[in-house]
T-cell receptor, first 113, second 114 residues
Framework: DSGVTQTPKHLITATGQRVTLRCSPR?????VYWYQQSLDQGLQFLIQ???????AKGNILERFSAQQFPDLHSELNLSSLELGDSALYFC????????????FGQGTRLTVV | AQSVAQPEDQVNVAEGNPLTVKCTYS??????LFWYVQYPNRGLQFLLK??????LVKGSYGFEAEFNKSQTSFHLKKPSALVSDSALYFC????????????FGTGTRLLVSP
């Protein structure tokens, strides 16, 4: 168990809908990262927050947004969902930035039908 | 921009034999390099990292990796494979900028046969 908790584990929703994925980082970790894993794109970095502030942005669509709250948990909001958004979404956390390893949650499997 | 290549989709090895999973990278400046393993229906588990120092890095579960700057490689190795090592292995790189925006390779499936 990595100590990173993601909810829900599975999510099935229709196209056009909006969902929120939640992540609780390991105790003491200030950095939270979101990744998307799909068969055609592999593992893609979406966004990073550090202590509540956005620090790095990757291939995140405009329909997607995220935030990190004062208690350090993070939420990834996906809106106007399309079939191609079906993927495994991982949250990871680390103590700081830079050369510290990240610990991954078990992911949320999103299926858009 | 940084990138990682894992040239083999799958590596097959017999239990007890040594294994190597290959990784090459491209990054500006000095890289931070990582190996992660993913078991079915699980998240990624950290195996080892190279930041600086000794080119041979030892990690979890008996794995090690060798950093070769001239060949821009970071191959994962284990002297004696176990059936339980069968999983999906990802190499990742982060530029030495202070932000850990990991770029992952496409993954290599390791299959260890009894």
């Amino acid at each position: 168990d990595s100590g990173v908790t993601q909810t829900p584990k599975h999510l099935i929703t229709a196209t056009g809908q909006r969902v929120t994925l939640r992540c609780s980082p390991r105790s003491g970790d200030l950095s939270v990262y979101w990744y998307q894993q799909s068969l055609d794109q592999g593992l893609q970095f979406l966004i990073q927050y550090y202590n509540g502030e956005e620090r790095a942005k990757g291939n995140i669509l405009e329909r997607f947004s995220a935030q990190q709250f004062p208690d350090l948990h993070s939420e990834l909001n996906l809106s106007s969902l399309e079939l191609g958004d079906s993927a495994l979404y991982f949250c990871a956390s680390s103590v700081a930035q830079g050369n510290t390893e990240a610990f991954f949650g078990q992911g949320t499997r999103l299926t858009v039908v | 921009a940084q990138s990682v290549a894992q040239p083999e989709d799958q590596v097959n090895v017999a239990e007890g034999n040594p294994l190597t999973v290959k990784c090459t990278y491209s990054v500006s400046g000095n890289p931070y390099l990582f190996w992660y393993v993913q078991y079915p229906n699980r998240g990624l588990q950290f195996l080892l990292k190279y930041i600086t120092g000794d080119n041979l890095v030892k990690g979890s579960y008996g794995f090690e990796a060798e950093f070769n700057k001239s060949q821009t490689s970071f191959h994962l190795k284990k002297p004696s494979a176990l059936v339980s090592d069968s999983a999906l292995y990802f190499c990742a790189v982060s530029p030495n900028t202070g932000f850990q925006k990991l770029v992952f390779g496409t993954g290599t499936r390791l299959l260890v046969s009894p």
